[in-house]
């Protein structure tokens, strides 16, 4: 069964320095999604991609956060700098279309910023 | 913007019992998915519900979307110690926005 990936699973880094998550969506899925999950709360979406566009970055804190899609199928997550308020799950969803259709999620990242 | 609360935080139940979270918005909604997400691990999709006064069925997990298409339910019947997991509903507002809730997490006791 085709699956979500994601890398890497685990990243431990200082404040001030830069990090990056990546994801592959499910093959043909022309949606993704990048969410945070901070413990005990539910996913907040961050960024959506329809194919290689941003369709809502509206919750994206754009002075330190970036996200990439540029050919419409793996995405790259960056944060630069990260801030101890970072420390969160990081999560990469993929729909076969638009959210009105089921997400599939990826195992995630797992930051901790020191 | 869109507020979606679910209820309660937390449920503890003897396995047996049965178990219910709700999912209540501010605004009308288009659709809702509902998502299972087990300890340490991601979320995983449940079902979605598109109609007014709209009721599923898996096994023993009932979902049903409000008359008003602004609240839901998920209820579990006779709960097991698979059932472990944090619940979240997602709703899909009319603009095409997608927002979890905080979820609601269940434990069993065997």
């Known amino acids: 069964e085709a699956e979500v990936a994601q890398s890497p699973r685990y990243k431990i880094t200082e404040k001030s320095q830069a990090v990056a998550f990546w994801c592959d969506p499910i093959?043909?899925?022309?949606?993704l999604y990048w969410y945070r999950q901070i413990l005990g709360q539910g996913p907040e979406l961050l960024v959506q991609?329809?194919?290689?566009?941003?369709?809502?970055d509206s919750q994206l804190p754009k002075d330190r956060f970036s996200a990439e899609r540029l050919k419409g199928v793996d995405s790259t997550l960056k944060i630069q700098p990260a801030e101890l308020g970072d420390s969160a799950m990081y999560l990469c969803?993929?729909?076969?279309?638009?959210?009105?259709?089921?997400?599939?999620f990826g195992p995630g990242t797992r930051l901790t910023v020191t | 913007g869109q507020q979606v609360m679910q209820i309660p935080q937390y449920q503890h139940v003897q396995e047996g019992e049965d178990f219910t979270t709700y999912c209540n918005s501010s605004?009308?909604?288009?659709?809702i998915q509902w998502y299972k997400q087990r300890p340490g691990g991601h979320p995983v999709f449940l079902i979605q519900?598109?109609?007014?006064?709209e009721v599923k069925k898996q096994k023993r997990l009932t979902f049903q979307f409000g008359e008003a298409k602004k609240n839901s339910s998920l209820h579990i019947t006779a709960t097991q110690t698979t059932d472990v997991g944090t619940y979240f509903c997602?709703?899909?507002?009319?603009?095409?926005?997608?927002?979890f809730g905080d979820g609601t997490t269940l434990t069993v006791k065997p």
């Open positions: 969803a993929s729909s076969i279309l638009e959210s009105s259709y089921e997400q599939y």
């Open positions: 991609f329809q194919d290689e566009s941003v369709v809502d």
């Open positions: 997602a709703p899909l507002s009319k603009a095409g926005k997608s927002t």
């Open positions: 605004t009308t909604l288009s659709n």
């Open positions: 519900l598109v109609k007014s006064g």
């Open positions: 093959s043909g899925h022309a949606t």
